[in-house]
């Protein structure tokens, strides 16, 4: 509030003595060392805990010019104020207890999600989907194992708090509930980091077109002569609602052009990354012998055939191709007219998403690596508890277990870090937020 007193006027020129939360106020920030107006804003305070910080937050409202809000800074920092580090704002709102863990990241996820799924997704865990799934998880083991510690407290009375039966049932449920959120990882990071899918062929199929064409723009050159894509050029698109990053790579072929070269090393370290290839093959040629080394290349991948060049004469038997490899989905298109485009968009999605996501069913996606090895070590730690249960071992052991689990899953909600893991998770922030 100092800060904001120093620098700030009324339209009368006057200072503010008093701020009242959550009322704007119209003024202009000035050069305390002059007088000199610098910009007409917008003045919010916010007193905690009702702010994002759960702290006395004041908010300047400036115009968007850049010579403006450099001076408007400068101001700000000489009158004793200081610049936020990356996340800072939304690691205070952690640290204060106005977010748990998850609800930080899924800000971030918020700030870089480039799909209307991945956007909902994000909204959904900062809403405390994701943490209202992990409490109620830890709130089943926190039963189990307080019964299990009622027993092995006061042995001598021998009161069966809870039976054994019971107590597997109650742990074949977490069981149970575990293993829809981390079965939901793959779609949940496809959501998060997109999909990244990858145009392979031989030189000249139409790689490049075709990457245009699902872009909708001139991003890649196209001429008629092999290998004039050298290097990997990758563009983030959305899909029907999911998030893709879209690959156009080198033609995979022998050269001694030694850029061109590089170029195929680097198509060919994609290939190993891929969430989905795209092969192309080209309709107005039959399957050659550069064809059949790079399908060679990829067995075992996700790959999706596409037959590109269907506006011109065929030479390719797609039907050959149809019995040879009947696990395949074969899609024809032209990129140079769009035909078939919104059939090869449908096919992509199927190959990734198993069912359309649709905002009325759309449940909780664990989106982050370290999300899903809690929740496998949780789960592992829960086989084991319910193994000792069924081998009649002592209670300690099985609430040992228990108490592992527990550790497990509030690792995600952030009941336990290190400095570490925060500097981790928020360096990634754009400065401030």
């Not at 959550?22 to 007088?35: A, K, L, Q, W």
């Not at 071992?393 to 899953?409: N, T």
């Amino acid at each position: 509030q100092e800060v904001v007193k120093r620098i700030f006027r009324t339209p009368g020129g006057k200072r503010i003595k008093n701020l009242v939360s959550h009322r704007v106020r119209y003024g202009f920030v000035v050069d305390p060392s002059t007088g000199t107006k610098l910009d007409e804003v917008l003045l919010t305070f916010m007193q905690g805990p009702r702010s994002y910080t759960a702290e006395d937050v004041c908010e300047i409202s400036c115009h968007g010019g850049i010579m403006t809000l450099r001076r408007v800074l400068e101001v700000t920092l000489a009158a004793g104020a200081r610049l936020a580090e990356p996340g800072e704002f939304t690691k205070r709102a952690f640290l204060n207890g106005r977010l748990d863990l998850t609800q930080a990241e899924a800000v971030l996820d918020l700030i870089q999600a480039t799909s209307d799924l991945s956007m909902r997704n994000a909204l959904r865990q900062l809403e405390g989907g994701l943490s209202q799934e992990v409490q109620h998880l830890r709130q089943q083991l926190i039963e189990v194992l307080a019964a299990l510690e009622a027993a092995i407290d006061f042995p001598e009375e021998d009161i069966e708090i809870i039976e054994n039966a019971d107590l597997l049932s109650r742990l074949t449920r977490v069981l149970e509930r575990l293993h829809p959120l981390i079965e939901s990882f793959r779609q949940g990071r496809l959501l998060r980091e997109g999909v990244l899918l990858v145009l392979i062929g031989k030189p000249n199929v139409g790689k490049s077109s075709l990457f245009n064409a699902l872009l909708s723009a001139n991003r890649a050159i196209v001429t008629p002569v092999p290998g004039t894509t050298r290097d990997v050029i990758e563009e983030r698109l959305s899909i029907r609602g999911y998030p893709f990053r879209l690959c156009d790579t080198a033609g995979i072929r022998p050269t001694r052009d030694t850029v061109e070269q590089e170029g195929v090393v680097r198509s060919r370290q994609l290939l190993e990354t891929a969430d989905l290839l795209l092969f192309l093959l080209d309709a107005s040629l039959p399957w050659e012998a550069e064809d059949e080394a790079l399908l060679e290349e990829v067995q075992g991948r996700h790959l999706l055939f596409v037959v590109n060049k269907i506006d011109l004469p065929r030479r390719l038997d797609t039907r050959h191709l149809r019995n040879r490899f009947p696990q395949r989905e074969l899609v024809e298109v032209s990129a140079t007219t769009g035909l078939g485009l919104p059939r090869l968009e449908e096919a992509i999605c199927r190959h990734l998403f198993q069912e359309p996501m649709r905002p009325k069913d759309e449940g909780v996606l664990v989106t982050r690596l370290r999300h899903q090895e809690a929740l496998l070590r949780c789960r592992e730690h829960v086989e084991e508890a319910i193994a000792s249960l069924q081998a009649k071992m002592s209670g300690e052991f099985v609430a040992l277990d228990i108490q592992a689990a527990l550790e497990s899953l509030g690792e995600i909600v952030g009941e336990s870090f290190t400095e570490d893991l925060l500097d981790q998770i928020f360096r990634d922030f754009c400065i401030g937020k």
